[in-house]
């Protein structure tokens, strides 16, 4: 069995839930989605 000692479980969850609301910003509408459906040639 694996065991990790000295690993801070909940600096790993807020960590990876703070990545997934950065990535979902990220492609929002309210900032990059638009231009970066244009740029793959996409539209809504």
Do not use: C, D, T
């Amino acid at each position: 069995m694996v065991q990790f000692h000295g690993l801070n479980l909940v600096a790993v969850l807020v960590a990876a839930i703070v990545s997934m609301v950065i990535g979902a910003a990220w492609y929002s509408p309210a900032l990059f989605a638009n231009q970066w459906m244009g740029y793959i040639g996409k539209s809504e």
